[in-house]
């Protein structure tokens, strides 16, 4: 729990700052070209998620993101797995990075814009969270295929309530591999 906190408050940290900077120095509609036309600052408040979808729906995307947020945290009690914890800590810091614009940015509470910043080719513009967010989403997918369970185990080492199965491979039925009955007392 330790480490994706760490690497949530690193990841909410450098959110949080980029969009102080980016908002007092970028003007809207004004980019700043980093690499020619393909890599350029450009300040954007978006309204909606990701692509900007769900526009209109603001309030539903802070309560979602406020359920990540619990979820995340809920799930980082039980972590034994660094990797889990690293993607589940970007996941976090990213969620709440983009929460603190829903709630405390115009144009009002649940409702604020997030501020997007990040311009590179033909992919919406984005910001340190939605990287992060991104990013972590897909360490965790990739972890999961691999069968990495976020108990540290691997594969099937565990059962559904987190205990390890052991297969028992003792002979029960009192036989040996020939089939003689173990238990008889003489050999007449």
Same mark, same amino acid.
């Given at each position: =729990? %330790?480490?994706?906190?760490?690497?949530?408050?690193?990841?909410?940290?450098?959110?949080? /700052?980029?969009?102080? /900077?980016?908002?007092?120095?970028?003007?809207?509609?004004?980019?700043? %070209?980093?690499?020619?036309?393909?890599?350029?600052?450009?300040?954007? %408040?978006?309204?909606?998620?990701?692509?900007? =979808?769900?526009?209109? =729906?603001?309030?539903?995307?802070?309560?979602?993101?406020?359920?990540?947020?619990? &979820?995340?945290?809920?799930?980082?009690?039980?972590?034994?797995?660094?990797?889990? @914890?690293?993607?589940?800590?970007?996941?976090?810091?990213? @969620?709440?990075?983009?929460?603190?614009?829903?709630?405390? %940015? @115009?144009?009002?509470?649940? #409702?604020?814009?997030?501020?997007?910043?990040?311009?590179? &080719?033909?992919?919406?513009?984005?910001?340190?969270?939605?990287?992060?967010?991104?990013? &972590?989403?897909?360490?965790?997918?990739?972890? +999961?295929?691999?069968?990495? *369970?976020?108990?540290?185990?691997?594969? *099937?080492?565990?059962?559904?309530? &987190?205990?390890?199965? +052991?297969?028992? +491979?003792?002979?029960?039925?009192?036989?040996?591999? +020939?089939?003689?009955? #173990? *238990?008889?007392?003489?050999?007449?």
């Amino acid at each position: =729990m %330790r480490l994706l906190i760490s690497i949530a408050v690193v990841i909410l940290g450098l959110d949080l /700052a980029t969009k102080i /900077a980016v908002v007092r120095f970028i003007d809207p509609g004004k980019p700043i %070209r980093i690499i020619g036309d393909v890599v350029t600052l450009n300040l954007i %408040r978006n309204p909606g998620a990701a692509f900007s =979808m769900a526009t209109g =729906m603001t309030w539903l995307l802070t309560l979602v993101a406020i359920g990540v947020v619990i &979820g995340v945290i809920k799930i980082g009690r039980t972590l034994r797995s660094p990797w889990w @914890a690293l993607g589940l800590g970007l996941v976090l810091g990213g @969620a709440l990075g983009n929460l603190i614009d829903r709630i405390f %940015r @115009a144009p009002g509470p649940l #409702q604020g814009h997030v501020v997007d910043f990040v311009s590179v &080719g033909w992919w919406p513009v984005f910001n340190v969270a939605d990287s992060s967010i991104v990013c &972590g989403a897909v360490l965790l997918v990739v972890l +999961t295929l691999f069968g990495f *369970n976020p108990d540290g185990t691997r594969g *099937n080492e565990s059962d559904s309530d &987190g205990s390890t199965i +052991t297969t028992d +491979t003792t002979n029960t039925d009192n036989t040996d591999d +020939t089939g003689t009955d #173990q *238990n008889t007392e003489g050999n007449s």
